[in-house]
């Protein structure tokens, strides 16, 4: 297939690059024009690389003649995103971008949505579960979800619930932990008793490869569909550097708008036949030796 992805320097996108490949497929990737490519440097000389800002209204692609588009691009600067003003910019840009891909004969569209879209609820959240989003940046998912259902493309709409693995940003749990161990400093978390679902961000890629290959559309949730807690994982990571006594649990407050269980009812996934490679343990084994290795 000839994709066109954005996002693709991103902690999910440039890993979505690197399972398109390995599957043989044309890609596209657009590029912001100053943007570091330090996460896809490996698979670059692989790659139809696009520089330009999907912001710009004046920007298209030099060819649009694309089989599929996977819109991973949006603004998720850690500990800013949820309530920016930019992700009103994103819903305009990203409307304009699928029309005019529409136009040029593109036949799907895969664009990235969030759990966060969700009510809460104590069960697994399925594709249909109600919607209550508490963010600005859940409401204008939400709102482009809507409005890419008026276009005539094949519209699927990955709901990615949490991630780690090799890439991620610092600021972000998993490297939270990992990074203050590495440096014998006590990683703060808070008491960690609610349940979340994190998927290995190999099997994230490989999830979103196999929706943009096959032909489910409407949201697709893409988790792991198992529970775990915060105190779970920073134990695991603290026995896997032999510093458990690190692990400062309840020693920062919860966010009194977290919800207390975000899990992943994957069963729609599963029917394109994707499967779980990394199990939690095996995958943070994993995590921890490329932080090693890059520090």
Same mark, same amino acid.
Not at 3 to 15: D, V
């Given at each position: ?25 044309? !890609?596209?990737? !657009? ?12 698979? @670059? ?15 298209? =692609? ?9 819109? $991973?691009? #949006? ?19 990203? +409307?304009?971008?699928? %029309? ?43 709102? @482009?979800?809507?409005? $890419? ?7 699927? #709409? ?19 932990? +990992?990074?203050?161990?590495? %440096? ?56 896997? @550097? ?16 977290? =919800?207390?269980? +975000? ?15 990394? %199990? ?7 995590? !921890?030796? #490329? #932080?090693?290795? %890059?520090?």
């Amino acid at each position: 297939m000839k994709i066109l992805l954005t996002g693709a320097t991103g902690f999910i996108g440039s890993h979505v690059a690197r399972a398109l490949v390995a599957a043989g497929h044309e !890609v596209h990737a !657009v590029v912001l024009p100053n943007d570091d490519t330090w996460r896809i440097r490996d698979i @670059l000389s692989s790659l139809v690389t696009i520089r330009g800002d999907l912001l710009d209204s004046s920007f298209n =692609p030099p060819s649009l003649s694309f089989d599929c588009c996977i819109h $991973l691009a #949006w603004y998720v600067e850690t500990g800013k995103y949820l309530e920016s003003p930019e992700n009103r910019k994103w819903v305009e840009a990203s +409307i304009r971008f699928a %029309r005019v891909l529409q136009d040029a004969g593109c036949r799907r569209f895969v664009a990235a949505g969030t759990c966060f879209e969700y009510a809460t609820s104590d069960e697994p959240l399925r594709e249909l579960s109600p919607t209550g989003q508490r963010t600005l940046y859940a409401q204008s998912k939400l709102e @482009l979800f809507n409005a $890419l259902q008026s276009l005539e493309m094949e519209i699927a #709409w990955v709901r990615f619930f949490y991630q780690y693995g090799p890439h991620e940003d610092p600021r972000r749990l998993v490297p939270v932990v +990992i990074n203050a161990l590495l %440096r014998k400093q006590e990683a703060k978390l808070v008491q960690g008793d609610r349940r979340r679902d994190f998927l290995h961000i190999e099997d994230v890629a490989s999830a979103v490869a196999a929706v943009a290959e096959g032909k489910l559309t409407g949201a697709v949730n893409i988790g792991s569909g198992v529970p775990t807690t915060v105190a779970e994982i920073g134990m695991k990571i603290g026995e896997l @550097l032999g510093k458990p006594e690190l692990v400062k649990l309840g020693a920062l407050p919860y966010s009194p708008t977290e =919800p207390m269980h +975000i899990v992943s009812d994957n069963t729609k996934l599963k029917s394109t036949g994707w499967k779980l490679r990394y %199990r939690l343990d095996e995958g943070l084994r994993q995590t !921890v030796k #490329w #932080w090693q290795a %890059r520090l």
